[in-house]
């Protein structure tokens, strides 16, 4: 281990081999660093925090403060658990949960970008990246692959789908299903993350799939209950317009509603190599 001899490490903390500790850095007597865990320089981990292996944390970065939420109260045991090989750089805010026995959850390999916040009780899935300055209100889940654009913010509750993306400084007032590009203030859907698809393994079928629901939930004219039955009924179970469908029909907010008239291309004119 490499501690710097300026900084305040409680000794019931619990690190594990490999682990470097900046100078002007707090780790108080419930944190526990797994194997390889590197945090800068003036950070803080405080109360139950779990880092897994190989983390990166950014000078300045704050995670296991208290929530800012009204409800929570001192005595109540909740914490904050990070996944392995996840990068937490400058600033980041990131508060333990509010509700006894549970945790504010970042997956593993995400990328929390410089003063971003991240508030209590939110669920962040694996591989998520987001963008300097972007917000997540309490309880937000955003799951596997999503990007938070920068300076963006989600509405308390709200549920960001897989391989959805968020544009910079959009409002987010409700569910983005899977796949889905969403901007604005409030945010719209503006077409299918095809690129973000690509990268992430999905052949040109699948991406079709994706951009022939969203022309159903968006381009259709179709009420959200129409549009579902017609997603059961055009696409076969495992397929991408049945984990749109899905998604929405958990939806407890409703989706984000379509551009009245976009001027984003969803994908249909692309040639075949580029789709």
Request: proline share 5%.
């Amino acid at each position: 281990m490499a501690i710097h001899p300026a900084s305040f490490v409680d000794p019931r903390a619990r690190l594990g081999a490999g682990v470097r500790v900046g100078p002007g850095t707090l780790v108080g007597p419930e944190v526990v660093l797994a194997d390889d865990v590197e945090v800068g320089a003036h950070a803080v981990l405080e109360g139950r925090v779990s880092v897994g292996p190989r983390c990166r944390i950014g000078h300045g970065a704050i995670i296991g403060a208290e929530p800012q939420d009204l409800k929570y109260r001192r005595s109540v045991p909740t914490g904050v658990c990070i996944g392995e090989e996840t990068v937490i750089r400058e600033y980041a805010t990131i508060h333990r949960a509010t509700h006894e026995g549970h945790d504010t959850t970042i997956g593993a390999r995400c990328l929390i970008m410089a003063t971003c916040h991240i508030a209590h009780d939110c669920v962040v899935g694996d591989h998520v990246i987001m963008i300097n300055g972007a917000a997540l209100t309490g309880h937000v889940t955003i799951e596997d692959r999503a990007t938070v654009g920068g300076l963006s913010g989600v509405h308390p509750f709200a549920r960001v789908g897989t391989f959805a993306y968020i544009g910079g400084c959009a409002k987010v007032n409700q569910d983005v299903p899977p796949y889905v590009m969403v901007d604005g203030n409030p945010a719209v859907a503006r077409a299918v993350n095809v690129i973000g698809m690509r990268r992430g393994g999905f052949n040109p079928q699948g991406r079709r799939e994706a951009q022939e629901a969203f022309r159903i939930l968006y381009r259709s004219g179709l009420a959200t209950g129409a549009a579902l039955a017609r997603l059961r009924e055009e696409f076969g179970e495992g397929s991408v317009g049945r984990r749109m469908a899905a998604f929405i029909e958990r939806s407890k907010r409703g989706i984000v509603s379509g551009a009245a008239e976009s001027r984003e291309p969803d994908g249909a004119d692309l040639a075949e190599d580029v789709l």
